[in-house]
Nanobody, 122 residues
Framework: QVELVESGGGLVQAGGSLRLSCATS????????MGWFRQAPGKEREFVAA????????SYADSVKGRFTISRDNAKNTVYLQMNSLKPEDTAIYYC???????????????WGQGTQVTVSS
């Protein structure tokens, strides 16, 4: 079992920045592809960004491309999501997820965190 704990969410004005972190208990963190997803009220959970096991490959949703950056530190068992130029439509609960295989952009991840709230005011 892998535990994922997100942090870094909060309230920010439009145009501001936040950095989310996801700490994991995974013994072999570097063998997991990691993803960030979000779910706004009344909407389905959607893909935001993903990073391969080595960190050499990343993928982003079109809605965040150029504004968000996913990264990982395998020595710290942590994945990050740097969010810049935030918009009110970025308001959602953000979840990190782990998958013991290749990077994907669907919801088919093996483990999920509890989520952290991000609220962007206009």
């Amino acid at each position: 079992q892998v535990e994922l704990v997100e942090s870094g969410g909060g309230l920010v004005q439009a145009g501001g920045s936040l950095r989310l972190s996801c700490a994991t208990s995974a013994r072999a963190f570097s063998s997991y592809a990691m993803g960030w997803f979000r779910q706004a009220p009344g909407k389905e959970r959607e893909f935001v960004a993903a990073i391969s096991r080595s960190g050499g490959s990343t993928s982003y949703a079109d809605s965040v491309k150029g504004r968000f950056t996913i990264s990982r530190d395998n020595a710290k068992n942590t994945v990050y999501l740097q969010m810049n130029s935030l918009k009110p439509e970025d308001t959602a609960i953000y979840y990190c997820a782990a998958r013991a295989s290749l990077i994907i952009t669907t919801l088919k991840y093996d483990y999920w965190g509890q989520g952290t709230q991000v609220t962007v005011s206009s």
